[in-house]
């Protein structure tokens, strides 16, 4: 089965420390580890690493990093062929503070090279023919929502992180894709634990197509789509 992703490839930069810094504080890490990364790259990673047909779309920066993302792809068995270099933007970033023992971390992104990647960029044969096409919010919205227009197959987004939907991407999603907190964020209401009914009532309110709500440990709640959804049949 073919499927392309459209999304952000970071590279991860973990780091040991014993306690995290508080504001203006300096602590000293215990090792750092350059891991790939981003939420479109770890999409076609763990797809490509189920069967052949995987192709990401998508833009790293001109350096030693964006080698190490394109190689990491390509040795999960992705097709890279779309993800551009991007001359000025370095490649994408997360670097994250891990705590010992707790695991609690923090996360600062730096989009670089992901903010580059245009609607231009989607509306390409690989997203108009592929089977499922996976989306994510790492990259900029008219980027993803042009994918979701020009996809034929199954669109799945992931709404993370979080931002306001418009119609014109939610018309055009198959399956939606939040966990507990993105779902809260989407409905405007406070993250918390809910029975599933009240889950599924949210998930109706945020888009009329097929919800997914993952719930970590306990698993993922499917709701289906309402009435005549957005769902378009659009192949034969
Ligand atoms: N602690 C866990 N034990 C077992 N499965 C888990 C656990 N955490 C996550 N999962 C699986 O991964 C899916 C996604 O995880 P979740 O925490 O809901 O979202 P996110 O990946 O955004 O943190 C869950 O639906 C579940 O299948
Ligand atoms: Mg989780």
Known sequence: MSVTVVGSLNEDVLVAVGRLPGRGETVIGRSAVLAPGGKGANQAAAAGVLGRGVHMVGRVGE??????????????????????????????????????????NLIVVVPGANAELTPGDADVESVRRAAVVLLQLEVPLETVTAAARVATG????????????????????????????ELADLAGVEVAERPAAELARLAR???PCAVVVTLGAR?????????????????P
């Open 219 to 235: 698993g993922a709640l499917v709701v289906p789509p309402q009435g005549r959804c957005c769902c378009r049949r659009r192949r």
């Open 205 to 207: 309110s945020i888009a």
């Open 154 to 181: 199954t669109v799945v987004l992931t709404p993370a992180p979080p931002r306001p939907l418009p119609a014109t991407l939610t018309d055009r999603i198959d399956v939606l894709v939040p966990n507990e907190h």
């Open 63 to 104: 350096d030693p990093a964006g080698d190490r993302q394109l190689a990491a792809l390509a040795g999960a068995g992705v097709d890279v062929g779309l993800v551009h270099r991007t001359p000025g933007a370095p490649t994408g970033s997360a670097t994250i503070p891990v705590e010992d023992g707790t695991g609690e």
